[in-house]
Nanobody
Framework: QVQLVESGGGLVQAGGSLRLSCAASGRRLGNYGMGWFRQAPGKEREFVAY????????SYADSVKGRFTISRDNAKNTVSLQMNSLKPEDTAVYYC???????????????WGQGTQVTVSS
């Protein structure tokens, strides 16, 4: 079992930045690919970013490409999402998740955090 806890969410003005963190316990995070997803009210959970087990490969949704950066520190068992140039449409609950392999679809992920709210005001 892997327990994931997100932090770093909050309220920010459009154009601002936030850095989300995901801390893992239970198992070494280096055994898993990690993803960030988000879910806005009334919408389905959507893929945001993925990073491979070693950090050597990343993938982003088109909507965040060039603005968000996913990274990981396996020694500290953490994954981060740096979010720059935030837009009101980025407002959502953000979740980190762990998968054995590569995946961009939520149902393929094995473990999930509880989420952290990000609100971007215009």
């Amino acid at each position: 079992q892997v327990q994931l806890v997100e932090s770093g969410g909050g309220l920010v003005q459009a154009g601002g930045s936030l850095r989300l963190s995901c801390a893992a316990s239970g198992r070494r995070l280096g055994n898993y690919g990690m993803g960030w997803f988000r879910q806005a009210p009334g919408k389905e959970r959507e893929f945001v970013a993925y990073i491979s087990r070693t950090g050597g490969s990343t993938s982003y949704a088109d909507s965040v490409k060039g603005r968000f950066t996913i990274s990981r520190d396996n020694a500290k068992n953490t994954v981060s999402l740096q979010m720059n140039s935030l837009k009101p449409e980025d407002t959502a609950v953000y979740y980190c998740a762990a998968v054995t392999g590569y995946a961009t679809r939520a149902h393929e992920y094995d473990y999930w955090g509880q989420g952290t709210q990000v609100t971007v005001s215009s």
